[in-house]
Nanobody, 124 residues
Framework: QVQLLESGGGSVQAGGSLRLACVVSGRRVRPYCMAWHRRAPGKEREGVASINSDGYTTYADSVKGRFTISEDVAKNTLSLQMNSLEAEDTAMYYC??????????????????WGRGTQVTVSS
């Protein structure tokens, strides 16, 4: 059984940093595509960042230059380093694993395996 367990969320002031982690069990992080999504109150879930089996990364425009996604293959863990946090980054953050051919926001709902999320709250 594949399980994804997120951690590292919390409350921070604007301008601060947090590092999220997602430990994966029952599956290796590679050759899958791994991604972080978030859902803010009253908004739809959106993709934040992804890393595919080749190590290629993508980011939402709103987080480019501030967030960095990475994998530790040996520890089977996905991370998201978040710097210069803004109030608009407040959301529940989810880790998702999906076959590489579905490494796109349009497919993760149908084909992804999701964690339960970790809350990030940024106060201005």
């Amino acid at each position: 059984q594949v399980q994804l367990l997120e951690s590292g969320g919390g409350s921070v002031q604007a301008g601060g940093s947090l590092r999220l982690a997602c430990v994966v069990s029952g599956r290796r992080v590679r050759p899958y595509c791994m991604a972080w999504h978030r859902r803010a109150p009253g908004k739809e879930r959106e993709g934040v960042a992804s890393i595919n089996s080749d190590g290629y990364t993508t980011y939402a425009d709103s987080v480019k230059g501030r967030f960095t996604i990475s994998e530790d293959v040996a520890k089977n863990t996905l991370s998201l380093q978040m710097n210069s946090l803004e109030a608009e980054d407040t959301a529940m953050y989810y880790c998702v694993s999906v076959p590489s051919r579905y490494c796109s926001d349009r497919f993760v709902n149908q084909f992804g395996t999701w964690g339960r999320g970790t809350q990030v709250t940024v106060s201005s």
